[in-house]
């Protein structure tokens, strides 16, 4: 059974950073190009980035381009999100999964909250 574990939300003020994880079990990352989702509270769930099988980042949303990295390691099978210059409109729970149906279960997803 695939199941995903995202952590290190936290509160941040704004131009703070954090480093987001992404623990995947039952299925190698690698094997298929993946994505960051973030959803705020009563909106709808947003795609952030997005890194090829090959490990190339292939896509960032306009609002967080320059500021956010996608990367991954596979000797840990582990997809990261390096957030930075953080707005509190990226206010919002993160989630990783595939990029492309089939999608997984969703996981529980890290909670970012950017406030002063």
């Known amino acids: 059974q695939v199941q995903f574990v995202e952590s290190g939300g936290g509160l941040v003020q704004p131009g703070g950073s954090l480093r987001l994880s992404c623990a995947a079990s039952?299925?190698?990352?690698?094997?298929?190009?993946m994505s960051w989702y973030r959803q705020a509270s009563g909106r709808e769930r947003e795609l952030v980035a997005t890194i090829a099988s090959s490990g190339v980042p292939i896509g960032y949303t306009d609002s967080v381009k320059g500021r956010f990295t996608i990367s991954r390691e596979n000797a840990k099978n582990t997809m990261y999100l390096q957030m930075n210059s953080l707005k509190p409109e990226d206010t919002a729970v993160y989630h990783c999964?595939?990029?492309?149906?089939?999608?997984?279960?969703w996981g529980q997803g890290t909670q970012v909250t950017v406030s002063s």
């Open positions: 999964n595939a990029r492309w149906h089939p999608t997984y279960n």
């Open positions: 039952g299925f190698t990352i690698s094997s298929r190009a």
